[in-house]
């Protein structure tokens, strides 16, 4: 098993997986102890872990990993799994993150995407029970995972019959095959448990071999996590001196984990806190004191947990106000009723009965929350922050006015105190929905001011989130779109690209919003890959405006594709269908495509009142009944697709007001160079007075569609990368010979690759190293890249640059090269000086043809820059010397022929050929 660990190390992910017993904690250790590769261990001790205690315990074993130590509590999972890969990929050599006992789907989910980020070299070890959130088929299918399972952790006849002879005992056939290789029933049965009904059994009975005064100190333990003998002290201080070395030769399940530190099995925890719990008040008492290491230790979920159990309600409230507020920031509601919820019987203080209220209104029991929070209003303990989220619970109702007017008691209750910013969402909301849009922006500017007198940029990011929402109602398109930016490349900035994808998404609505269509698709697309697929209301939204971005772009049967899809993530998500625009949208769409009474069957699902002026533009497209000219609001749309359709339907009646209108509206409409898309507009104009403003397709201006990364190669000489003409800097020399092959070749598996830089070389030295140059190439190419870009993907057994790239290597195109210099200079791999000899002699062919082509005076410089190539290269001195003739400079040619000349004799012993000499003139060869 250990060679099959060792081995491995092509995966990025290897799993242990079965039930209690089989050794897989063990095994993790033993294999950390052995490998020379570096480790770093974590085991899960309960379900209130999650990514950011994994992270921070992992890196605070790796030096160069320190940094990850004490993140902002509030960072989402997706920036942990790539912060972490992302600084294991600057590391020299590869690590093995270990985390022992993963029980939890949420966290196994999560570690499965960090394996998916970790580089070439490095690797994830997991244990567990199951593999559910991992995606064990579809990384086997891919070869991408290395699973042990109870087939491979079992001991096999041969292995059951040596461990039961090294240890003195002996099995009947029956039950042998009922224990099946299990190992811990095995070890246990060796030593004299033979009643195996129950698995409890096995472990009671090799208890009861134990002495007397052991047997009777060894339940004080369970509690704890981990046995050493410090702790052990503290909750058994009658325990043998030799504890230890007894139950290790007991056979009994304990795993070593090196310095002094030994991890007890769950089967064995079970029995001795059965045991324990025979006398309630010395249980009571040993959780206390196990308690208090935990907390010594930093583990303070589990410290809160065993107070409780103790019966220190005090203690596990006080440890509670400091956990609950870390469970808030990253959005954990369900933990914290799991810690808050048994501890109801005690008086909590009032700021931690609505942290629990809250997470009850966000976990489906929205009643009992909102009833906690109501009763500490009654009881006038309701903090300014319990007003806040009493206030937004109001807000969902429906209930505006009362959310005012909570959020702003909420205000006043603040005092001289500390502002509290959560109170800012309320009011900020309940007044937009009352149309109070200046005391909506007072409160907002408020809110910035407040944010940036401190140091915490992600209150910043919301502050600015918060006064785009307002500008959204009170300012146009283009300067709603200002604070959202700010906001975005602050959380970019944090490497929190979920809620910058957000915002990202309000921009590109915004944009369409304005008419600005370009590359509005291709950034949706590209937004699809950074959010994961769980998150079904933003991608609903997502995929609504690429709907929109296709329509406009002429791409209905796309557009069709994505909002269908859009609708589905739309009832997924529960969402208010009517309040998406998704029902007109899809209209759209269909009449586009000339399908009306599909198209009037979603515009009759659509509630007019939402968006009105887009319905009854859509109703007259589809109807041909006139647009309303009196009606002002038809003119003033917020959108300007529909504001535009709106000025020339009213156009097309013939009134010229109307039509200079719409003239007007035609020069500043960004829309306007998207119209001869516009198919439905356009069977509604044809044979109209407005038929005539519509804009031909061809004088249409050309649309992109959307970002292009160009990555150029100049590999004659130095080698320069640029990308976008931006220089990248690749600071590994193997690495820059590893892009050169990759770009020439197109693709290679690792052992082509490694062949080819290391000449032929099966040394795990070169392929470790070869891991490190993928790594480093990765990371400078995607320095100037989009995050959810990889450039050097790895795919079906081989490496290639990402076919998003525009790849451009200066010696794939003859053309203006500068081949006075040689290809990849200093680097003297076969591959390399093979391709360098190429290049030699295809700058031989193109400068020769090339002089053959031009001018005499144009042909001299290009036959001496051939003979600083080849000096012995005959065509180019005889070039030469009929250049220098033709341009009226004898003396230079018969200088060139004396070179010429004593070229031959040096190099061939031999005299000028007779054929070229008589072409020349006589006076020249005298």
Aim: aromatic fraction near 4%.
């Amino acid at each position: 098993m250990l060679s099959r660990l060792a081995e491995a190390v092509d995966v990025c992910l290897v799993v242990l997986v079965a039930p209690s017993g089989y050794g897989k904690t063990t095994l993790l250790a033993q294999y950390a102890r052995s490998t020379p590769r570096r480790v770093a261990w974590c085991r899960i001790g309960g379900v209130h872990e999650g990514a950011g205690d994994v992270v921070s315990r992992l890196a605070g074993q790796l030096p160069e990993l320190h940094a990850l130590r004490d993140l902002d509590v509030r960072t989402p999972e997706e920036v942990l799994a790539r912060r972490l890969a992302g600084q294991l990929g600057t590391m020299e050599e590869g690590v093995d993150l270990i985390v022992d006992n993963v029980e939890d789907e949420r966290l196994a989910r999560w570690l499965g995407g960090l394996a998916d980020r970790l580089e070439e070299g490095h690797r994830l070890l997991l244990s567990g029970h199951s593999t559910e959130g991992l995606r064990v088929a579809h990384r086997l299918a891919e070869g991408r995972v290395l699973l042990l399972d109870t087939d491979d952790l079992a001991f096999d006849s041969e292995e059951t019959q040596a461990y039961l002879e090294g240890r003195g005992g002996t099995l009947s056939e029956e039950q042998l095959r009922s224990l099946a290789g299990w190992p811990t029933g095995l070890a246990l049965s060796a030593n004299g448990a033979h009643r195996h009904a129950e698995v409890d059994d096995l472990v009671l009975e090799a208890l009861q071999s134990l002495p007397t005064d052991l047997l009777a100190g060894l339940p004080h333990l369970s509690p704890l996590e981990l046995w050493n003998e410090g702790d052990a002290a503290l909750l058994s201080p009658r325990l043998p001196a030799d504890w230890l070395r007894t139950l290790l030769k007991a056979g009994l399940p304990l795993s070593p984990l090196g310095g002094g530190m030994y991890q007890p099995h769950q089967l064995l925890v079970q029995v001795l806190d059965r045991l324990l719990q025979r006398d309630p008040a010395l249980a009571r008492s040993c959780r206390a004191l196990a308690a208090g290491v935990a907390e010594a230790a930093g583990s303070l979920e589990r410290a809160a947990q065993l107070y409780r159990q103790a019966g220190e309600l005090p203690d596990a409230v006080r440890l509670a106000t400091v956990l609950v507020p870390r469970y808030r920031d990253r959005g954990e509601h369900r933990l914290t009723r799991a810690l808050l919820e048994p501890l109801v019987e005690v008086p909590l203080p009032a700021a931690l009965q609505e942290r629990l209220a809250w997470a009850q209104i966000e976990t489906g029991r929205s009643r009992e929350g909102e009833g906690r929070l109501q009763a500490l209003r009654d009881e006038n303990r309701l903090t300014p922050a319990g007003f806040a989220s009493l206030a937004t619970v109001r807000g969902r109702q429906g209930h505006y006015a009362e959310q005012l007017a909570l959020a702003q008691e909420g205000l006043a209750r603040t005092g001289d105190g500390p502002p509290v910013p959560a109170l800012s969402w309320p009011l900020v909301f309940g007044s937009l929905r009352l149309g109070l849009l200046e005391q909506a922006e007072e409160t907002a500017s408020r809110f910035i001011t407040l944010a940036a007198q401190g140091e915490d940029p992600v209150r910043l990011a919301e502050a600015w989130q918060l006064q785009a929402t307002v500008w959204r109602h009170t300012r146009p398109a283009a300067e709603a779109t200002v604070p959202l930016h700010r906001a975005r490349r602050i959380y970019e900035e944090l490497g929190w690209h979920g809620r910058a994808a957000d915002l990202h998404l309000d921009e590109l609505e915004l944009a369409l919003r304005n008419g600005e269509t370009e590359g509005a698709a291709a950034h949706l697309r590209a937004l699809e890959s950074v959010v994961g697929a769980e998150r079904t209301v933003f991608h609903a939204r997502r995929l609504r405006l690429l709907g929109t971005a296709e329509r406009r772009a002429g791409q209905s049967g796309q557009a069709e594709t994505s909002l269908l899809r859009a609708l589905e993530a739309t009832r997924a998500a529960e969402l208010n269908l009517e309040q998406t625009g998704l029902p007109l949208e899809l209209a759209d769409t269909l009449l586009q495509q000339a399908r009306p009474a599909e198209a009037a069957a979603w515009l009759q699902a659509a509630c007019p009142g939402t968006h009105r002026v887009r319905h009854a533009v859509l109703k007259a497209l589809m109807t041909g009944e006139d647009l309303n000219a009196v009606d002002p609001a038809h003119l003033n749309s917020s959108d300007a697709e529909t504001r535009l359709r709106a000025h020339l339907l009213l156009a097309a009646q013939g009134d010229p007001a109307q039509r200079s209108l719409a003239q007007d509206e035609l020069r500043r409409n960004p829309h306007a160079s998207h119209l001869h898309a516009d198919s439905a507009l356009n069977r509604a104009l044809r044979g109209t007075p407005a038929e005539d403003l519509l804009i031909p397709e061809e004088q249409a201006p050309a649309v992109k569609s959307g970002p292009e990364w160009h990555l150029t190669l100049l590999t004659l000489g130095d080698l320069q990368v640029h990308l976008n003409g931006q220089p990248v800097q690749i600071g590994l020399a193997k690495a820059r010979e590893l892009l050169v092959w990759l770009a020439i070749h197109g693709s290679g598996s690792r052992d082509e690759l490694v062949t080819a830089l290391w000449d032929g070389s099966a040394e795990e030295r070169h392929v470790e190293y070869f891991r490190v140059a993928v790594r480093r190439l990765r990371s400078a190419l995607k320095s100037s890249l989009p995050v959810d870009l990889d450039p050097l993907p790895y795919a079906a057994g081989r490496y290639r640059l990402s076919p998003a790239l525009h790849v451009e290597v200066d010696v794939l195109s003859t053309a203006g090269l500068d081949w006075s210099r040689p290809f990849l200079p200093g680097v003297d791999t076969e591959w390399a000086q093979d391709y360098r000899s190429r290049t030699a002699q295809q700058a031989v062919t193109a400068l020769l043809s090339q002089a053959a082509a031009t001018t005499p005076d144009g042909a001299v410089p290009l036959y001496r820059q051939l003979l600083t190539l080849d000096p012995l290269l005959a065509p180019a001195h005889e070039g030469l010397i009929r250049a220098l003739l033709a341009t009226g400079d004898p003396e230079g040619a018969r200088l060139a022929l004396g070179t010429y000349r004593r070229m031959l004799a040096s190099e061939y012993g031999a005299p000028l050929p007779d054929i070229f000499m008589d072409s020349l003139p006589a006076t020249l060869t005298v």
